[in-house]
T-cell receptor
Framework: DAKTTQPTSMDCAEGRAANLPCNHS???????VYWYRQIHSQGPQYIIH???NNETNEMASLIITEDRKSSTLILPHATLRDTAVYYC?????????????FGKGTRLSVIA | DAGVTQSPTHLIKTRGQHVTLRCSPI?????VSWYQQVLGQGPQFIFQ???????GRGNFPDRFSARQFPNYSSELNVNALLLGDSALYLC????????????FGQGTRLTVV
């Protein structure tokens, strides 16, 4: 079972920041937070990951609370092409045998 | 560079038949994983292979099997197909077992009738 809780759906106006929350209250000290997204009819796409510090890349920013029990993925200027299902996943990286455990994710709709 | 390629993209099978799905990882990637995604759900882990050996298995029946070849490509086999096996089958490759980023293919849409 997924170890994360996400809202089922969210809307965001085009050009505005999209803030997608994720709850992972049972996260362990050696588990990372990953975000993937899946655009309709495509395979999931990696976005970003982090352990406890905030992270930023060309796609998004990841804000992890100090107690690591929740995080927020931020798409700073959402476009229509960001409409997708966003998955928040916790995973131990050290062990190569741990797969990605997907929940149902958040369906983000970016509206013009 | 080519991404992860899967074949076929779509196929239709009859209950009781078997099916073989194929995956070519990104060049240089040695780890391949298979996932099943039924409509409305997130992908579910089936197998992971690394250096031609099975390194992980999800909660799927023995009708599901896989293998990895010396060139690191992989096949997923499903025997005695059931209607419930209808799903999108995704292949993901990683550079190695612990590398953080998994790259997914477009998937194979299997319909069992």
């Amino acid at each position: 079972d997924a170890k994360t809780t996400q809202p089922t759906s969210m809307d965001c106006a085009e050009g505005r920041a999209a803030n997608l929350p994720c709850n992972h209250s049972t996260i362990s000290g050696n588990e990372y937070v990953y975000w993937y997204r899946q655009i309709h009819s495509q395979g999931p796409q990696y976005i970003i990951h982090g352990l406890k510090n905030n992270e930023t890349n060309e796609m998004a920013s990841l804000i992890i609370t100090e107690d690591r029990k929740s995080s927020t993925l931020i798409l700073p200027h959402a476009t229509l092409r960001d409409t997708a299902v966003y998955y928040c996943i916790v995973r131990v990286v050290v062990s190569g045998n741990t797969p990605l455990v997907f929940g149902k994710g958040t369906r983000l709709s970016v509206i013009a | 560079d080519a991404g992860v390629t899967q074949s076929p993209t779509h196929l239709i099978k009859t209950r009781g038949q078997h099916v073989t799905l194929r995956c070519s990882p990104i060049s240089g990637h040695k780890s391949v994983s298979w996932y099943q995604q039924v409509l409305g759900q997130g992908p579910q882990f089936i197998f992971q292979y690394y250096e031609k050996e099975e390194r992980g298995r999800g909660n799927f029946p023995d009708r599901f099997s896989a293998r990895q070849f010396p060139n690191y490509s992989s096949e997923l086999n499903v025997n005695a197909l059931l209607l419930g096996d209808s799903a999108l089958y995704l292949c993901a490759s990683r550079l190695d077992r612990a590398n953080t980023e998994a790259f997914f293919g477009q998937g194979t849409r299997l319909t069992v009738v």
